[in-house]
């Protein structure tokens, strides 16, 4: 996603919100600004790894980082948080465009795997 695109939300950290909020919040982003037209499940997949790829450069050079992160600089966790979200927020608008339940799917594949 654009960094000089935002999705309005209150001020204050938001504590929760479903996958399915989320994803309602996204697609009306997308209409608001035309963009549905380029939402094809193909064109989500390969933003979403592209966003990925960011992702991966962050840790590409740090070698084994501790849990939590203790020893960066805050940031540097920004950014992490970043893209993060950007893979997140992919994810979310592609699996809405394919008809699939993320949360749902997810849940089944936890109860698969055990």
């Given at each position: 996603m654009e960094e000089t695109e935002e999705i309005s939300v209150a001020e204050e950290k938001v504590v929760d919100i479903s996958l399915k909020d989320l994803a309602k919040k996204l697609e009306e982003f997308a209409r608001a600004r035309d963009w549905e037209k380029y939402h094809s499940p193909r064109n989500l997949l390969l933003a979403m790894?592209?966003?990925?790829?960011?992702?991966?450069e962050i840790f590409q050079w740090r070698g084994e980082v501790d849990k939590g992160l203790p020893d960066w600089e805050e940031s540097d966790k920004e950014h992490l948080a970043e893209e993060l979200s950007d893979v997140l927020l992919y994810l979310i608008r592609l699996s809405d465009i394919c008809g699939i339940d993320l949360g749902d799917a997810a849940t089944k594949k936890i109860v698969k795997n055990a």
């Open positions: 790894v592209g966003e990925v790829g960011e992702l991966s």
